[in-house]
Nanobody
Framework: QVQLVESGGGLVQAGESLRLSCAASGRAISIYAMGWFRQAPGKEREFVAAINWSGGRRNYADSVKGRFTISRDKAKNIVYLQMNSLKPEDTAVYYC?????????????WGQGTQVTVSS
């Protein structure tokens, strides 16, 4: 099992930036793909971004392409989500996930989530 702890959420205005972090620990974390999902009130959890175990392949939801960047520091077991040009519709609880590589990611373990609120 993998333990995931997110941080970096907060309240920002539209157009500003935030960087989320996900600290991972546990068994063989380096072989997992990592990803970010989000869930807005009244909506289903949706995929945001994923990065494979080596960091050489990244995938993004169309809604965040060109604005968000996922990266991972394998030495520190931390995954980042740099979010630029934030919009009110980006408001959600953001969850870090560890799982198997696919077209996006097949999550196996989840973090507790961090709130991101973007005001207009």
């Amino acid at each position: 099992q993998v333990q995931l702890v997110e941080s970096g959420g907060g309240l920002v205005q539209a157009g500003e930036s935030l960087r989320l972090s996900c600290a991972a620990s546990g068994r063989a974390i380096s072989i997992y793909a990592m990803g970010w999902f989000r869930q807005a009130p009244g909506k289903e959890r949706e995929f945001v971004a994923a990065i494979n175990w080596s960091g050489g392949r990244r995938n993004y939801a169309d809604s965040v392409k060109g604005r968000f960047t996922i990266s991972r520091d394998k030495a520190k077991n931390i995954v980042y989500l740099q979010m630029n040009s934030l919009k009110p519709e980006d408001t959600a609880v953001y969850y870090c996930a560890a799982g198997w590589e696919s077209a996006t990611i097949v999550p196996q373990d989840w973090g507790q989530g961090t709130q991101v609120t973007v005001s207009s």
